[in-house]
């Protein structure tokens, strides 16, 4: 008998759901998506993909629009259920949007993008603080088939502007300033900076968060809020093609240029509403809350798609762990009656830190779900989750995605019996998910206890589409390592039990306190400056961040500044070309890099100078300069010493 397609948080069917989604994801989707969304017009086909064109299309022939499915379906059903509980920086400051709020801001966002000229299909550049108001003009967007490009508002103006750049944006929308942790963050002048020289951006759209003066350009900037009360609180949708791009959000890879990574409609809305639903347990009544920023997928999928898209009610959080005290999170837990809580292992280790005294005096019975990501999730930390924070009686989800596949991927299922959680690992796949493991070589490595390689076998309904402007690369980058699948670009171990452990990426990307950085971005900022010939970034292990930023720098012949001075001017650079967030921890001058014949920087050997596991160098015999390695060494025991 077909397995009945209903999936619960708790299901005595879920493998027989999991067989049936991977082996029938027609069925299996195509059932969702007709339950779950409401169509304007049905879709004819469920899924027709082609991997080695890197071409991934659900639901062909189906129209609908995610802002409906988000907003107004919800408001047909409950108007005043809230959708947001807007954390403000400040604490105790919060304020509820109900959805019928939201709808009605969306609508006036909408209406005053349209007045201004932005048609279906349009790019609208967004470096807005965390306000119910960036929802509504993501949503806005959504509504008018306009794709957001959400870039968060820790972005340099230089970074920013190549953003508006490669896109070709129409439209800017930001505010006057951020403020976060109690201190104003220059958004309308960052947007100022980055968009001189754009010729494509016709107006830039400011909101009002802090109330201060900021410097004006008559004829392009708007006064968001203002336009807004102009336009009725009703506007109608476009009907939207599954596969027209919803938003695209940049990412880092292995070359200095980020790619906008582009994501569609339906899919895409479905895989999170799911996932929202299935790993967190989310009941009707529950009080969601993931931190993330906005600006990165966490919070696209998690703060605002996925929980809307279920009629959720989801926290949105302005503030910082820290701030005012780092009793934040668990005051906010016990004020909000939080039941699912969605935050980063580098939090948490900063917390930990901080001692169990900021998180003990708040009372966290109404928590049942605990979720982490971004980076692997070390032992002491997920101990302390779910002991101190979850009193031994919350789920703890070690969620494995990534800005490519839309939404959680892999991830422990509560709802299966024989996935209890292992401290570490984000355990198994999703429905629809079949992860398989490649050797550096080539080869599908079968059986457990083994580590390789992390690629998905068939595209699920979240992928990412295509890079903006660069199909190819998206063909190359994912598709073509390991041809007929995706390449993840993480490597991970498959235990004897068959359970998936993220081993780390194998690609030049670094996971700093939660942020994926790639380094030859970082290269290529701290390179501009005339004093350095050449330099080399890799990530070392760090207590908090996870991964820590260490430069290796070769000075041009005849360099005497002093060292302080150059890395003090390295940081500015970094600092204006990529975000302060890229600012390496450790810089180290050495005489040369580690390199193949053919020219090619030896990485895992940096990789483990940085980290002090000189026992672990590995054969140096295929280099060009094999005595280097000895030169970096040295250099490094000095730092080290000099540190302790
Ligand atoms: C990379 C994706 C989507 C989450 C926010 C980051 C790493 C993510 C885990 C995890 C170990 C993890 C991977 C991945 N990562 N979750 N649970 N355990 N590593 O999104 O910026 O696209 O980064 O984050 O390396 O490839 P992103």
Redesign the pocket.
Known sequence: MAVPIEPHFVDSNHDALYAESVNNPDRFWGTLARKRLRWIKDFDTVKDCDLKLGKISWFLGGKLNVSDNCLDRQVEQHPDRVAFIWEKDKTGDHETITYKQMLEMTCQVANTFKQYGVVKGDRVAVYMPMTPLLAAVMLACARIGAVHSVVFAGFSAEALKSRILDASCKIVVTADQGIRGGKAIELKKTVDSAVAGCDCVKNVFVMHRTGVQVPWVDGRDVHLEEAMKQQPTTCPVEPLDSEDPLFMLY?SGSTGKPKGLVHTQAGYLLYAGMTIEHVFDYRPGDVFACVADIG???GHTYVVYGPLGIGATCVLFESTPVYPDAGRYWEMVDRLKITQFYTAPTALRLLIKCGNEHVTPYNRDTLRVLG??????NWTAWKWYHSTVGSDKCTVV???????TGGIAITPRPSSDHSTPKPGF?MSPFFGVEPVLYSKEGELLKGNDITGHLCINEPMPGMARTIYGDHQRFIDTYYKPHPGVYF???GAYRDADGHYQ?T??VDDVI?AK???LGTAEVESAMNKDHRIAESAVVGYPHEIFGEGVFAFLILKDGVKDDEKVIFEDLEKLVRKWIAAFAVPNVFLIVPGLPKTRSGKIMRRILRKVAASEYDQLGDVSTLANPSIVEEIKAKHMLLTSKEQ
């Open positions: 990412t990165w997928i966490t982490c990501v971004g980076e692997p999730l070690d969620t494995w995605f990534q800005t490519e984000p993840t670009g993480d993220i780390g990426r996971n939660g942020h994926r």
